[in-house]
């Protein structure tokens, strides 16, 4: 009964639905494929810029959160006395110095009618210029009073999900204490590393190809390092993605095939190949049959793609082989 099935499965009698297409070779672009990295553009780690007490956690590990989001909160008791402080001596610098401006005018006046001698002129105009200084002094203090409490809370830089948590709830943190670490799915490209012995054809002509499961992905923007590491011979090469496709997340593992010259090759069309399992294959024509014949393909070109091998010049394969069995 076995036996009897597979001959079912690979001895098709061709009906008159059957499509055939004459494979035969053609000059096209040869490409080496390396494998490649998926990473994130935007990826942080946003630290603590004060010292407190973690008071709120609003996100975890896999969380999405939207730039601008409040992610921590820490306590602000201290930052909040500060600015206090520093508002109280602003206000107070403020006073001293309008006071200073009145005088100085004042003086100023009596000096025109010439009942003050020049020096009491000159000592009212230091007191004013003195007073103005430590008046702006005061300010800047209220500014970065007011820096120090925003820095309680920490805000998303960007659209993105987190991947790792440092610290948990009540933890007092310092300046530079690590808090959260994220990354933004939305800007993504790959990284790989062209051998020096096809740089060159690599960067004369850019064009390459990022490969996934059978998908391609066309990059925006080629970008290969202007030096090779010293150990491996190998250049580095960043390639940005599209945005906004949902296959691709960092950390995959891709293929990235570098345009690098010319060659004659077998190509076919797309719909002539079956994929089952793990098996590549396409419908060969043998007499009066259709024989299931195993192949193992290349880079796409198109609507067409590369066969490495198990195809030969002028063979004949069935096109939509599975539409014309079902008399489609």
Known sequence: MKTLTLLVLTLVQTTSFAQWYQTKIE?????????????AVNKATVSAQTAGRVEKLHYDVDDFVAKGSVIVEFTNTEQKAALNQALSNAKA????????????????DIF??????????????????????RYKAAQSA????????EYTIIRAPYDGI?????????????????????L?????????????KIINQAKANPQAKVIINGKQFNPKNITVFPYADRMSRTFKTRIDLETGDTSLFPGMTVKVAFKVGEKAAIVIPHN?????????????KSGENQLL??????????DNIEVISGLSENEEILINPLSQKTGG
Do not use: C, W
């Open 93 to 108: 610098a403020k006073i001293a110095f309008q006071q200073a401006v009145t005088d100085y005018e004042r003086v100023k």
């Open 162 to 182: 987190v991947t790792k948590r440092f610290v948990e709830q009540g933890e007092v943190v310092n300046p530079g204490t690590p808090i959260m670490e994220g």
């Open 272 to 284: 002539a190949v079956i994929h089952r399992s793990e098996l590549t294959m396409v419908y060969v």
């Open 184 to 196: 933004s799915l939305n800007k993504l490209r790959v990284v790989t590393y062209i051998p020096e």
């Open 293 to 302: 014949r195993h192949i193992k393909l290349g880079t796409s070109h198109g």
């Open 112 to 133: 025109a009618k010439k009942l003050v001698a020049k020096s009491q002129l000159d000592q009212a105009l230091s007191n004013k210029n003195s007073l103005q200084a």
């Open 27 to 39: 000059i096209i672009d040869s490409y080496r494929q390396l494998n490649g990295e998926v990473e």
């Open 142 to 149: 209220v500014v970065s009073a007011q820096k120090q409490q």
